[in-house]
């Protein structure tokens, strides 16, 4: 296959009503336009989620990071390439680039897939899947320059910021709580002032399980170092006591404007 033909790249605009108070478009948002980009590739190739559901078949998300030079401005036309680098028996490897004007590189994004069997849970045989047709879309010559996803570890030395009660819009078609929604979860643990001097350098997201619509999720989080953090979400299902992580994440920010000295 020539590049055309693993590569796809399409268009999206940084709604004005997607963006945060410095009209900067929602990094949730931003996640939602690459699994978006993600299915429409998928789509194009004969593996989306609508194809696979009458399999009883389905992609999860496994693993996420987001690693951005620059957050696109409300109204702000711009793109989003996405490939799979890699695939393997049970998980398959796929790539983002946001792209402006220009030739201009707002970041990259990197994740994990793996194929389930929506009765069992279980994952299936990628590879096996319409005689490799998944395989067939690879394109291991177009490289992502961000590391890949980290493994989040993390110590006891560990507080508790937050807790929550998942509601509808938390809930995605799948009937679980929707992937980006743990990242906008997540950076509301830090106030608007903080926002408004610092921007979101990278985060890696590791999903381990499922929440789903009701429970209570649980924020623990660990400072790892200057404007680097860890959290783990932890759920608790509607009237049980026993909890269980369901996904690790670490964020970077960076700074951005100095406040003025009063």
Not at 32 to 41: C, G, K, Q, V, Y
Not at 71 to 93: G, N, R
Request: charged share 25%; net charge neutral.
């Amino acid at each position: 296959m020539n590049h055309l033909d693993t590569v796809g790249r399409y268009t999206f605009l940084a709604e004005p009503f997607h963006c945060d108070f410095s009209g900067r478009l929602f990094l949730s948002h931003l996640g939602n336009h690459l699994l978006n980009a993600a299915d429409f590739h998928a789509h194009e190739r004969g593996f989306s989620m609508t194809v696979l559901q009458p399999m009883h078949k389905t992609w999860v998300l496994s693993r996420l990071a987001i690693e951005m030079n620059e957050i696109p401005l409300a109204y702000d036309k711009f793109e989003v390439e996405t490939w799979i680098e890699q695939t393997m028996k049970w998980f398959t490897y796929r790539n983002f680039s946001v792209l402006g004007k220009g030739g201009k590189v707002y970041g990259y994004g990197r994740s994990v897939w793996a194929l389930i069997d929506t009765d069992t849970r279980q994952p299936t045989d990628i590879l096996a899947f319409d005689d490799g047709r998944v395989k067939r879309s690879t394109d291991v010559k177009y490289l992502c320059p961000i590391d890949a996803v980290s493994r989040v570890k993390m110590t006891d030395n560990i507080q508790r910021w937050h807790t929550l009660v998942t509601t509808y819009s938390d809930v995605d078609m799948n009937g679980h709580i929707n992937s980006v929604k743990y990242i906008e979860h997540l950076l509301n643990l830090w106030s608007m002032t903080f926002h408004a001097i610092h921007s979101i350098k990278r985060i890696d997201v590791a999903y381990v399980a499922e929440a789903y619509g009701g429970d209570t999720l649980h924020f623990d989080v660990e400072t790892l170092g200057e404007l680097t953090y860890a959290v783990r979400i932890i759920r608790q299902a509607k009237g049980q006591s026993t909890e269980q992580e369901v996904c690790r994440c670490k964020v970077q920010f960076a700074e951005t404007l100095r406040p003025k000295k009063q």
